[in-house]
């Protein structure tokens, strides 16, 4: 993508700075031609031109075992174009590691409901390895509020609850801007998330307090770029269309 320059951004807060002190009568003196924003395209999956396509259904070419070094993904591959958790298989993640981005996909909870709260369609993605945006069967199932779909795991519960039944593909858009750390490894600004849940927010831009942990508090370990990772919790939760821009 594209980016404004440094020398970009400077003229343009010159401009304003020089238009601040004079009257402005003319509206050419506020338009902003270059750098133009490059053009963006998309495919028959309504896939943008400058994403990265993680799974279209077709193979599982992208993905390896999140538990065994370098073995293959072995989730199933499924007839209408998603995969599946198989369980007992463990955790995948993308061979590609990734700092900020958007990401988009779409899962689908187990059609037969065989339990309830964290039982019920249990998943999640996780960004650089760690941070974790829980995916549940959250359909008329209560469970723990920063738990439930949506939740960034044990940290901030969706502002509300846009669950769709299980019968249907949920959608989930995230935006996530990795934390920054110093050269002392010490955490300088913190990450955040933005999630969309079925065309709805449910996180605005909350900032993360660390790893997203089972038992106790956040952590902040430093770390660079890493890997996405999706969860085998021993539920069959479906994916297809999964997608992700760099930022």
């Known amino acids: 993508m594209k980016k404004l320059t440094l020398l970009g951004v400077l003229c343009i807060f010159a401009m304003h700075t020089m238009l601040i002190a004079q009257e402005v009568t003319d509206p050419k003196a506020t338009e902003v031609w270059d750098p133009e924003p490059v053009a963006v395209s998309f495919n028959t999956n309504n896939v943008p031109s400058d994403a990265i396509v993680l799974f279209d259904g077709s193979d599982l070419n992208n993905w390896e075992s999140a538990r065994e070094k370098n073995a293959p993904a072995s989730w199933t591959l499924d007839r209408d174009g998603s995969m599946t958790v198989k369980p007992g298989a ?21 059609q037969t409901i065989k339990s309830e709260g964290q039982g019920r369609g249990n998943s999640g993605v996780f960004f650089q390895n ?11 199932n209560r469970t723990y509020a920063n738990g439930q779909a949506t939740a960034v ?41 933005t999630v969309i849940h079925n065309g709805v927010v449910v996180q605005d831009h909350i900032e993360i307090l660390g790893t997203t942990e089972y038992i106790g508090p956040a952590k902040n370990p430093p770390h660079g ?21 760099r930022l």
């Open 153 to 193: 795991y044990k940290q901030y519960p969706p502002l509300v609850n846009a669950t769709k039944p299980s019968t249907e593909w949920q959608t989930y858009d995230i935006i996530f801007h990795a934390p920054v750390f110093n050269a002392q490894g010490n955490k300088v600004k913190s990450g955040t998330f």
């Open 130 to 140: 760690r941070y974790e945006v829980q995916i549940l069967d959250s359909y008329k």
């Open 90 to 110: 463990g955790d995948i993640k993308t061979k590609e590691t990734f700092g900020s981005v958007q990401l988009h996909l779409e899962w689908r909870a187990p």
């Open 225 to 245: 770029e890493d890997v996405i990772k999706l969860q085998d919790h021993g539920n069959l939760v479906s994916y297809r269309n999964i997608w992700v821009r």
